[in-house]
């Protein structure tokens, strides 16, 4: 790696008061957390079950202080700035220069997909650059190019007839279309990028990142490549990503909750990581020189290719002296996500074992510590589910032991509580932001919708987040013991779930529920109850599977508008005229 250069922030931004707010900040939530941890456990003196659970909880600790602390920061600059969006990037163009002077690649990473679902998002973002831009300078400017890893001859055939049919419907269209494909998909995506940038693509100033499942809209990339253009300097330009309009209730109810999460997660996140921040690798934009430079990934000692490529790229780029910066906005970046429980699992999963490699990362030389810290915080996302699971198992040790007869249970109830809130931090307060501010609310459906929809989704995460957890912890201990797993082609259609496959795929989970449960109920008084929210929807698995992948049951949400987002009420329209006058004011 070549010797960094020095970053530099604006000096506005104060990059070194607004880093120890935040760490005061977490450290103030931490000690306050720890605090009633002590008052649960100390009372009657320490077992050895008791010292097991506590020096597990304090491993959790650091994500949960993460998740209050980028929350706290985002609410507050959500409802304090009209901007919040300029006020953590610095540049940001809202209200764009057109035409750009830059040539941007659009490219699209395809392995094995329908292409139904794949081309119309496409669609919609070309005939949206045409109509603002003008066919012309559309041309000009950007460029789509298919990059398809696709093996499978069968595959690759629908593939190839898919798009032939798609380029000659666009024959008269001013932005041009390529197709690519590597006989050997080396490197997996990333791979798959670099060939692509260390040919054709090394004539563009830049490339805008797509997975097969991404949908932008021509407004948001034209905002990007403005705010690039006006930063010499920016590698990364990475837009917040929200669910597109989802069919199945899973995926409603998941990403109703990801999506307010995320919004002030990242917008407290950006304010104090500044120009090195993320790069979840689609939906972004990036400048092609530095990227061929700095952010091409050698294999790993073993051999094995690095999975989770995007945050190994970011923090490489960081110690290159250049800066990646997030735009927390929401409009015009969209993403698919699983449609069922088993396919969210399967992809947690495959990310787990990606962000484990980071591990051996760690120690790359010439890294920035903040780029350090990039590759620990996506380590403690995974990493902290089996220390909850070690901690429910010392709990339920302790409890058979009769080592928690002395709790107090007003503080364990004010524990579990609190500890619950902070991690959940992100999306409560922007559900609170919402239905503070009406007219944000409006687009969701007014502040009763937004009501409503909260809390389906947060029953939804009480019975979500203790089978991902257990489902994750099970899976990093097969890891740990020498499992391997690729990077397969996932599954993005909403379709229904058989009972006998569901108890097949989640029976594990179901099974530590029911253990769990029975040994507290067998070791008498109340600490079956104190179970119950980690226990029970361990046990429930099985029927909640089920359920959030019914047709019927999707189809009643869809009805009553629960969780609807406004992409599903008022859908972005496409540009029908050329704007040539604004162009020429430009």
């Given at each position: 790696m070549t010797a960094p250069l020095p970053l530099r922030p604006s000096p506005a931004e104060r990059p070194g008061l607004r880093r120890a707010a935040f760490f005061l900040t977490c450290l103030a939530i931490?000690?306050?957390?720890?605090?009633?941890?002590?008052?649960?456990?100390?009372?009657?003196?320490?077992?050895?079950?008791?010292?097991?659970?506590?020096?597990?909880?304090?491993?959790?600790?650091?994500?949960?202080?993460?998740?209050?602390?980028?929350?706290?920061?985002?609410?507050v600059l959500g409802l304090a700035r009209r901007d919040p969006v300029a006020s953590v990037v610095p540049g940001w163009q809202r209200h764009?220069?057109?035409?750009?002077?830059?040539?941007?690649?659009?490219?699209?990473?395809?392995?094995?997909?329908?292409?139904?679902?794949?081309?119309?998002?496409?669609?919609?973002?070309?005939?949206?650059?045409?109509?603002?831009?003008?066919?012309?300078?559309?041309?000009?400017?950007?460029?789509?190019?298919?990059?398809?890893?696709?093996?499978?001859?069968?595959a690759a055939a629908a593939e190839d007839a898919a798009i032939a049919r798609f380029a000659a419907e666009r024959d008269d269209r001013g932005i041009a279309l390529h197709h690519r494909r590597r006989a050997l998909n080396t490197g997996f995506k990333a791979g798959n990028v670099m060939d692509f940038l260390d040919g054709p693509g090394r004539g563009f100033d830049f490339f805008?990142?797509?997975?097969?499942?991404?949908e932008m809209s021509a407004a948001a990339v034209l905002r990007l490549v403005a705010t690039m253009q006006a930063e010499p300097r920016l590698a990364i330009l990475q837009q917040l990503i929200v669910g597109r309009p989802a069919d199945s209730a899973f995926?409603?109810?998941?990403?109703?909750?990801?999506?307010?999460?995320?919004?002030?997660?990242?917008?407290?996140?950006?304010?104090?990581?500044?120009?090195?921040?993320p790069y979840w690798g689609h939906n972004a934009l990036i400048r092609v020189a530095p990227f061929r430079a700095h952010a091409?990934?050698?294999?790993?000692?073993?051999?094995?290719?690095?999975?989770?490529?995007?945050?190994?790229?970011?923090?490489?780029?960081?110690?290159?002296?250049?800066?990646?910066?997030?735009?927390?906005?929401?409009a015009g970046s969209q993403e698919g996500n699983p449609p069922s429980l088993p396919d969210f699992l399967t992809r947690d999963r495959r990310w787990?074992?990606?962000?484990?490699?980071?591990?051996?990362?760690?120690?790359?030389?010439?890294?920035?510590?903040?780029?350090?810290?990039?590759?620990?915080?996506?380590?403690?996302?995974?990493?902290?589910?089996?220390?909850?699971?070690?901690?429910?198992?010392a709990a339920i040790g302790n409890a058979v032991s009769g080592g928690g007869e002395g709790t107090p249970p007003a503080a364990l109830a004010a524990l579990l509580i609190a500890n619950w809130a902070a991690i959940h931090a992100p999306k409560l307060l922007s559900y609170l932001a919402l239905l503070l501010r009406p007219r944000r609310a409006a687009p969701y459906g007014g502040p009763m919708a937004v009501a409503r929809g909260a809390a389906a989704e947060i029953l939804f995460t009480t019975l979500l987040d203790p089978v991902s957890l257990a489902s994750k912890a099970i899976f990093l201990a097969g890891l740990a013991?020498?499992?391997?797993?690729?990077?397969?082609?996932?599954?993005?259609?909403?379709?229904?779930?058989?009972?006998?496959?569901?108890?097949?795929?989640?029976?594990?989970?179901?099974?530590?529920?029911l253990a769990g449960l029975a040994t507290l109920a067998a070791a008498g008084g109340t600490a079956w109850a104190w179970g119950l929210p980690f226990l029970a929807p361990l046990v429930l698995a099985a029927p909640f599977a089920v359920l959030t992948a019914s047709p019927g049951f999707s189809r009643w949400m869809r009805n009553a508008r629960l969780c609807a987002t406004p992409e599903e009420l008022a859908p972005e329209r496409v540009p029908v005229a050329v704007r040539e006058p604004a162009l020429a004011a430009g």
């Open positions: 931490g000690l306050g957390l720890s605090a009633l941890a002590w008052r649960v456990l100390a009372p009657d003196g320490w077992t050895g079950w008791e010292v097991a659970l506590m020096a597990a909880w304090l491993g959790t600790l650091p994500w949960t202080c993460l998740c209050a602390g980028n929350a706290l920061f985002g609410f764009p220069v057109l035409p750009p002077r830059a040539r941007t690649a659009i490219a699209v990473c395809l392995r094995n997909e329908s292409m139904a679902a794949v081309l119309p998002p496409l669609a919609r973002l070309l005939d949206g650059l045409e109509a603002t831009l003008g066919p012309a300078a559309a041309a000009r400017g950007f460029t789509l190019w298919l990059l398809s890893d696709t093996q499978d001859p069968v805008l990142c797509l997975d097969a499942d991404s995926t409603r109810l998941f990403q109703f909750g990801m999506r307010a999460g995320m919004r002030s997660w990242a917008t407290g996140q950006a304010w104090w990581q500044l120009d090195q921040g091409r990934l050698e294999p790993l000692a073993d051999g094995r290719a690095i999975l989770s490529h995007d945050q190994i790229e970011a923090v490489r780029l960081h110690a290159a002296g250049w800066k990646v910066r997030c735009v927390p906005e929401e787990g074992a990606g962000n484990m490699q980071y591990f051996s990362l760690l120690r790359l030389p010439g890294l920035t510590a903040m780029g350090r810290w990039q590759l620990v915080q996506a380590i403690l996302l995974f990493l902290s589910a089996p220390l909850w699971l070690l901690v429910m198992l013991c020498g499992r391997r797993i690729g990077w397969a082609p996932q599954n993005r259609d909403a379709h229904g779930l058989a009972w006998r496959d569901a108890a097949r795929l989640l029976w594990p989970e179901t099974l530590l529920g």
